[in-house]
Every structure is written in C-alpha cells, then in structure tokens.
C-alpha cells in the first residue's frame, strides 16, 4: 500500500487491560502444552494419590464398611497435621517433576530464536512477561497440589463434624501456604535457569541438579565440617523444615524456622535478579 494514499489506519479494535495482558503468554502456551499426551497423562497421575487420601478419609468415618471389613475405626491413622504433611511431601514431589517437564521450554525457546525483542517492542513489560510464564507454572501446579489438598480438607471437615473443623481450622491455612511456598520457589527457579540455559534437556537437568546436588553437596559440608551450614544450599531441606512447623509436626531438621525463610527469600531474590539480567529487549553478542 503506498503511504501517499493516506489509506493506512492503526489498529481500532478493543485492547486487552494491561493488568491482564500477561494472560495472553498463558493462554497460548496451554494451548500449546496441552498437545502433549504425556503431559494430560501425568497431570491424571498426579491425581491418583489425592483420590486414594479421599477414599481413606471416607473409609475412616465409615463405621458400617470398616466392621465388614473387621477393622476398627481407632486403629485407622488419624487424619492430622502429619497426615497433610505427607500429602504435601508427595504431590510435592509430582510438582517438582512437572516443573522439569513444563520449565525449561518457557522461556528458553524465545531467546533462542531471538523473540524476546519482538514481545518487548510492543506495549508488554518485562515484568507482565515475567509473570506470564509465570502463571503457566502457578496454575499447573496448583491443580496438583493445594487445591486437591482443600477438597479434602473439606471432605474431612464434612464427614468429622464441626468440633473436628473447629479444632483444626488452622490446617487449611498451612495447606494452602506450605505448598504456595514451593510453587514459587520451583516457579522462579524454573524460570531462570529456563532464562540462561537455552537448551530444554539441560535446563532441565540443571533443575535436578539444583535440588539434588545441593542435597547432597550440603550433607557432605555438615560431615566434614561437623556444622548444620550445608542444609543452606538444601531446599527440599529448607522446606520440610517450613513445612514441619507449619503442620506443628515439631522440626527434626538442622535448621531453625528463621534460617528456612531466609534461605527461601535469598533464594527468590536470586531468581529475579537473574530473570532481570536475561529478560530484555536487546542481546549483546560477543
């Protein structure tokens, strides 16, 4: 189209709000996940220990099913703080393995093939983009995690009564807490690595060895230097620790609550500190 027609008009259509343009990342990288077999399988994995805990729940309140069975209803674990605590230590894990599958395709992939300048060109902050990518993460991980952990904090509360639910009111809190500590935490370091390794099966290796290698980097600091100062670079460490005074389970690990969260927020600063460094507009090649 020639210019000197004065034909030309910008676009004048509707715009998406800028607080929820980060969406946009989001909803076309579902659609693009979700083409995975693999992944809908997994994701109906992740569902089988959360359907087996409702069925315990329900068997333990069943006097009727336990008596044909010849059990009795004392002999059943109670269902307490340790009983979610396990829950989270399990799909937990599931999460931590989704991220590897899920993270470091994210990000890496636009750097690669020098798309970071075409989102920043247009009215997209770093920080909108950030949290797009982000997003992915927080809602595939919350569908795993706390929000199969509140159906059955429900289904308990329902089936032991309101002397139960008042008594353990605070358990819903720690839930949904405990495991909003670790999708951040894996979110973030998803991201970032995603953000500086642009090969997908390294950064998914480094993943695992960010939790791995420090587990066990960190029990070879405390034997040799006869300290608690290596379960710092430990995160499954730091978070069971957190996790443990969150369910009032009493904390057998070698650090204190206050060392835990430090450890946490050290650890996402970190994170954005390098996100900040790698999302941008321009790439200095050397």
């Not at 343009?21 to 989001?26: A, C, N, P, T, W």
């Not at 109906?44 to 069975?69: D, K, R, W």
């Not at 770093?126 to 706390?146: D, E, F, H, N, P």
């Not at 720690?174 to 998803?190: K, Y």
Request: aromatic residues 14%.
């Amino acid at each position: 189209m020639a210019v000197y027609k004065q034909t030309y008009k910008g676009y004048s259509g509707t715009r998406t709000t800028p607080w929820f343009r980060f969406l946009i990342l989001s909803r076309y990288s579902y659609a693009r996940l979700f083409q995975s077999k693999f992944l809908v399988l997994f994701l109906a994995v992740c569902m089988f220990y959360p359907l087996g805990c409702a069925v315990f729940i329900y068997l333990s309140h069943n006097i009727p099913l336990l008596a044909a069975l010849r059990l009795q209803s004392g002999a059943m674990p109670p269902i307490d703080g340790q009983f979610f605590n396990v829950y989270c230590v399990v799909q937990g894990s599931l999460a931590f393995l989704l991220t590897t599958l899920v993270g470091p395709s994210l990000v890496a992939p636009d750097l690669a093939n020098g798309a970071m300048s075409l989102y920043l060109s247009r009215p997209f902050s770093r920080t909108q983009y950030v949290a797009g990518k982000m997003t992915i993460l927080l809602l595939l991980l919350s569908l795993i995690t706390w929000i199969p952990g509140i159906v059955l904090y429900m289904i308990q509360a329902g089936c032991a009564g309101w002397d139960w639910t008042r008594a353990h009111a605070w358990l819903a809190g720690s839930i949904v807490l405990g495991l909003w500590i670790w999708i951040v935490v894996l979110s973030l370091i998803a991201l970032a690595l995603s953000a500086w390794v642009k090969w997908r099966i390294a950064a998914g290796a480094l993943i695992l060895g960010v939790f791995f290698a420090g587990a066990g980097f960190g029990a070879a600091i405390n034997n040799v230097t006869r300290t608690h100062y290596g379960a710092f670079i430990d995160l499954m460490q730091v978070v069971h620790t957190i996790w443990s005074y969150l369910f009032r389970n009493g904390s057998r690990a070698d650090l204190s609550l206050t060392e835990a969260w430090a450890v946490l927020g050290v650890t996402c600063a970190l994170c954005l500190w390098l996100l900040a460094k790698r999302i941008r507009a321009f790439e200095v090649v050397k």
